[in-house]
């Protein structure tokens, strides 16, 4: 068993050092496919989408029926919903399954990046440089859309930084195939039939050909990755020349943003949440999603701004919830509506923070007080099944043991660190799950 504990922890080192080359050489690629989902908010329909990277599965497809007949099938629905024949033959010329889509599709990650290697990438200085010499380029543009959707500029560059680069990566698998496949190969399929009727809704409607609409494997499309239902609900000619391009349009992909995160709850001028400090006797049980006070009432209980800074004027009676991306040994935060807006477009709380930080960073703010417990690697999926299964075992009902750490997982770890005495942060530690092995 030490011989296992050690080669095991070797390797976690090795992965940690060479997360780091690669977060280097990829740092101006899209971020928002990395974020971690945070289970413990609940999530609308998303344009954005979490990508899995490491395969797992048999890959081989074994539906009751061959592809042809799927599509026959489905071409009855589609013009059921209104497609026309000649469109829906014209999409579907040439489509076959892609076994990229479902190897992506069947995918789940053992290594999670920790929260700050993250950040560090999503925060690059070319990333925040870039988005300051855009936020010049279409300041009109952006003056234009805050005046219509009430929507912070800053925001917006930073979603379009996040989503694609600032558009120089939107994907390049074609939209159709991606989502036949999907709706073909039957894990979810009620999801991917819904897509691809709304995406032959989108072709229809003469925003895009066929052929040039791409994406993500996961039909994710455009300068800030809507999939089609939300492009159908939510994307607007902002340009005016009859089209919601949000592919080759920034000031559609743009407007189109600021549509979503109005219709979100985003508060224009408010701020997102600010960085704080707790007292070393806060209950930390207390951060939780779930559980919101006013401002004010937070400072009642010790949380304070770093340095004894003072709350920003008209957020004492706003509503927050505490965040701790990384347990109670790392940076604590306040979050208010704006951040749950933008947990709306990608629920993921790392997403959410780089997103409202790199907003910030455009004008020189958005740092960071905090330090990272960097001695902390975050347990792979294989480590977060096992503690759920001790959990379980030692009567901490972790539920489900599937390596996501969701809202009954967080309420056994606090459990289970009160009865060890330790601060009932709920964040799931390589202390915590060695201490359930000893047990």
């Known amino acids: 068993m030490p011989f296992c504990i050690s080669r095991r922890w070797h390797l976690r080192q090795l992965i940690a050092a060479s997360s780091l080359v690669l ?5 101006e690629k899209p971020t928002a496919a990395d974020a ?6 609940p999530v609308t329909t998303a344009p954005a989408v979490i990508t899995p990277v490491v395969p797992t599965e048999n890959l081989e497809i074994q539906p ?16 059921a919903a209104g497609i026309s024949p000649s469109l829906f033959d014209r999409a579907f010329a040439g489509v076959t399954p892609d076994m990229s889509v479902i190897r992506a599709d069947r995918s789940q990650p053992e290594f999670a990046r920790p929260v700050w290697e993250y950040l560090d990438g999503a925060l690059s200085a070319l990333r925040v440089r870039k988005g300051q010499a855009l936020l010049s380029q279409y300041a009109d543009t952006l003056s234009a859309i805050e005046q219509r959707y009430g929507v912070d500029r800053q925001v917006l560059v930073a979603v379009w930084g996040m989503e694609s680069n600032f558009g120089s990566f939107q994907g390049d698998k074609s939209v159709i195939r991606s989502l036949a496949t999907l709706a073909y190969e039957g894990r979810r399929p009620g999801f991917a039939h819904a897509q691809l009727l709304a995406a032959l809704q989108i072709l229809q409607q003469g925003d895009i050909a066929p052929e040039k609409m791409l994406g993500s494997w996961a039909g994710a499309m455009g300068q800030t990755q809507f999939i089609p239902t939300t492009y159908n609900t939510h994307a607007v000619d902002f340009d005016g020349d009859g089209r919601r391009d949000i592919w080759n349009s920034p000031a559609d992909a743009l407007a189109s943003t600021a549509h979503y995160l109005q219709s979100s709850g985003w508060q224009k001028g408010q701020p997102w949440g600010f960085e704080v400090t707790v007292p070393g006797t806060f209950n930390y049980a207390l951060a939780d999603g779930a559980i919101r006070k006013s401002v004010a009432e937070w400072t009642q209980l010790g949380v304070k701004l770093p340095n004894d800074a003072s709350v920003p004027a008209g957020s004492e009676q706003l509503s927050a919830a505490l965040l701790l991306p990384a347990g109670y040994r790392g940076p604590a935060f306040l979050i208010l509506d704006n951040f749950r807006a933008v947990l709306k477009y990608n629920n993921s709380s790392s ?15 958005g740092r960071i007080n905090g330090e990272w417990p960097k001695d902390d690697l975050p347990l792979s999926r294989t480590e977060r099944i ?3 299964t001790l959990l379980s075992a030692n009567q901490y009902d972790a539920g489900n043991p599937d390596g996501i750490i969701g809202a009954n997982t967080r309420k056994a770890i606090r459990a289970a660190q009160q009865s060890f005495g330790w601060p009932a942060d709920g964040y799931p530690t390589r202390k915590l799950l060695d201490s359930l092995r000893n047990r």
């Open 23 to 27: 977060l280097v050489a990829c740092a």
């Open 36 to 41: 971690q989902p945070l289970q413990t908010v």
């Open 64 to 79: 009751s029926q061959t592809f042809e007949q799927w599509q026959a099938a489905f071409r009855k629905d589609a013009l």
């Open 351 to 365: 997403y959410a923070l780089a997103v409202n930080l790199l907003s910030e960073r455009f004008s020189g703010a």
């Open 386 to 388: 096992e503690l759920q």
